[in-house]
């Protein structure tokens, strides 16, 4: 069966900008998770969402947002970008039930300029 | 607050050795999963394995087995004859106790793993 699959894989923007990055589930599932990756900071999750409802939130402005669609494809927004919002970001999907096995896109490589 | 701690930020190794990766976490909850994630160059993070706080045996899968020990808040992973394919950066990961905090990972800053030949 599929993986994840998210889109675009890379994009630049310049500082100011906004961008939308996409990611489609496993079929099947409902919960999408993202997470940011970055040299510096590591792995960092930023969202997840569960039937088009966000049920967890990590520490980022709220330049950062996101939304899920009742097919379960989710969308994450950056707006107003700054240089250090360059990085790899992950979606990962799962059932939503129970303990989280969570299967990750290859992800979106931003960069800031 | 959750942490998660990799001490090793390189190893390097040579083919058919045995390496250990070492994981350190931090939690209050009394119910918590820890997992092992692998990351190859292409970025995409592969699930290895997900332990329960109430399970601490010890589990073997093929060349992988993982070490889970409560009383030193460890949870680490042995590759036995490496290999040069398994040349990554290694997570280990910890989440909460249910619902949507299942899903909610804090990560360790990883291991990059070097297998040469």
């Known amino acids: 069966k599929a993986g994840v699959t998210q889109t675009p894989r890379y994009l630049i923007k310049t500082r100011g900008q906004q961008v939308t990055l996409s990611c489609s589930p496993i079929?099947?599932?409902?919960?999408v998770s993202w997470y940011q990756q970055t040299p510096g900071q590591g792995l960092q999750f930023l969202f997840e969402?569960?039937?088009?409802?966000?049920?967890n939130k990590g520490n980022f402005p709220g330049r950062f947002s996101g939304r899920q669609f009742s097919n379960s494809r989710s969308e994450m927004n950056v707006s107003t970008l700054e240089l250090g919002d360059s990085a790899l970001y992950l979606c990962?999907?799962?059932?939503?039930?129970?303990?989280?096995?969570?299967?990750f896109g290859e992800g979106s490589r931003l960069t800031v300029l | 607050a959750q942490k998660v701690t990799q001490a090793q930020t390189e190893i390097s190794v040579v083919e058919k050795e045995d390496v250990t990766l070492d994981c350190v976490y931090e939690?209050?909850?009394?119910?918590?999963?820890l997992f092992w994630y692998k990351q190859p160059p292409s970025g995409e993070l592969v699930f290895l394995i997900r332990?329960?706080?109430?399970?601490?045996q010890n589990e073997i899968s093929g060349r992988y087995s993982w070490n889970f020990q409560k009383s030193t808040s460890s949870f680490n992973f042995t590759i036995t004859a490496s290999q040069v394919v398994d040349s990554a950066v290694y997570f280990c990961?910890?989440?909460?106790?249910?619902?949507?905090?299942?899903?909610?990972?804090?990560f360790g800053k990883g291991t990059l793993l070097t297998v040469n030949p």
């Open positions: 990962a999907s799962s059932s939503g039930g129970g303990a989280g096995e969570l299967f």
């Open positions: 332990r329960n706080s109430f399970d601490e």
């Open positions: 969402y569960f039937s088009e409802t966000q049920r």
């Open positions: 990961a910890l989440s909460g106790p249910g619902g949507g905090s299942n899903y909610k990972l804090t």
């Open positions: 079929s099947g599932h409902r919960s």
């Open positions: 939690t209050r909850d009394t119910t918590y999963y």
